[in-house]
């Protein structure tokens, strides 16, 4: 018997193609904030994603990707329940980074505080023009609770983050696309096309090497050299001894898989 695809809150919107999932933050009338409904029909949606399921693409309805926290929610938190609120976006941001699949983000308007955040858990990231960057928590009084001073760091360095937190500056798509915020910038209106081009692509990896570079590849950059070269030997040995790698090793001798060549 199929089953019964989970139940996800108005804020959030699946549609199949394929391989390859779209996911849609769907609150624009309140700019795509996130609410505790919205992450945690996150956390649903990437728990139950069916195994046919290769790649997603995570982009957003309206002008902007996403205002970050939803304000609404924080004014009645204690600080008990902050720690708490905090760690349930560990969670979900966590399955999404460790998950079992990778995650294409199509970027585009406002992408701060809690956006940025989400969008720094997914794995590659592309900016429409329009798209800008903030960490607008410094000037709200608040701090970032959604991973952010983790992954912001590795993706920017601690100094750009300090200069978006304490001066309230924004980037442009450009400006983020030169520190490292976004992989590819595209022209408005690109951006989902590209977004899902990507993700077929991705999803034609065999699944042993996608999990190897979103689960070892990360870990071993964070260890130590001699740690990381034993984790790389045997990440390497298990990804080459399956089946599916050896078909196309030889399907590449007997000339008949593509070569590499330049793509833009
Ligand atoms: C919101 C939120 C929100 C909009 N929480 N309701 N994030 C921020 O500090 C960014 C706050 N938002 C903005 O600066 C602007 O809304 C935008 C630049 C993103 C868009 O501006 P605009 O003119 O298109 O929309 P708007 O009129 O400001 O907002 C439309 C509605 O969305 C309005 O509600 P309405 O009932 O009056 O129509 C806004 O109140 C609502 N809205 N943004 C709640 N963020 C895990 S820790 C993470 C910490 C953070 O993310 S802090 C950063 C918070």
């Known amino acids: 018997m199929a089953k019964r695809p989970p139940k996800l809150p108005k804020s959030l919107k699946v549609e199949r193609r394929g391989a390859i999932a779209i996911v849609t933050l769907a609150r624009p009338e309140k700019r795509n904030a996130l609410n505790d409904t919205t992450v945690l029909g996150l956390e649903t949606l990437f728990a139950t994603?069916?195994?046919?399921?290769?790649?997603?693409?995570?982009?957003?309805?309206?002008?902007?990707?996403?205002?970050?926290?939803?304000?609404?929610?924080?004014?009645?938190?204690?600080?008990?329940?902050?720690?708490?609120?905090?760690?349930?976006?560990?969670?979900?941001?966590?399955?999404?980074?460790?998950?079992?699949?990778?995650?294409?983000?199509?970027?585009?308007?406002?992408?701060?505080?809690?956006?940025?955040?989400?969008?720094?858990?997914?794995?590659?990231?592309?900016?429409?023009?329009?798209?800008?960057?903030?960490?607008?928590?410094?000037s709200r009084g608040i701090f970032v609770g959604g991973g952010g001073s983790v992954r912001l760091p590795r993706l920017i360095g601690v100094s750009r983050m300090i200069d978006l937190m304490l001066t309230g500056r924004t980037y442009n798509a450009e400006e983020g696309q030169a520190v490292g915020l976004s992989h590819y910038l595209v022209e408005d209106g690109a951006g989902l096309e590209k977004g899902i081009a990507l993700a077929k692509r991705v999803a034609t990896n065999t699944s042993t090497t996608n999990f190897a570079v979103m689960h070892a590849l990360p870990r071993i950059a964070e260890q130590d050299r001699a740690s990381g070269y034993v984790m790389e030997s045997l990440t390497a040995a298990i990804a080459q001894g399956?089946?599916?790698?050896?078909?196309?090793?030889?399907a590449f001798l007997e000339k008949r898989a593509a070569k590499v060549t330049r793509t833009s």
């Open 49 to 138: 994603l069916p195994a046919s399921v290769k790649a997603v693409v995570l982009h957003a309805q309206g002008a902007h990707f996403s205002a970050g926290l939803d304000l609404s929610e924080l004014k009645i938190l204690s600080t008990e329940e902050g720690i708490a609120h905090s760690g349930n976006w560990h969670r979900v941001f966590h399955q999404i980074e460790f998950g079992r699949v990778p995650v294409v983000t199509v970027m585009h308007g406002a992408v701060v505080g809690g956006g940025l955040e989400l969008a720094a858990a997914t794995h590659i990231r592309i900016a429409e023009r329009s798209t800008y960057y903030a960490l607008p928590e410094g």
């Open 242 to 250: 399956n089946e599916e790698a050896k078909n196309r090793v030889k």
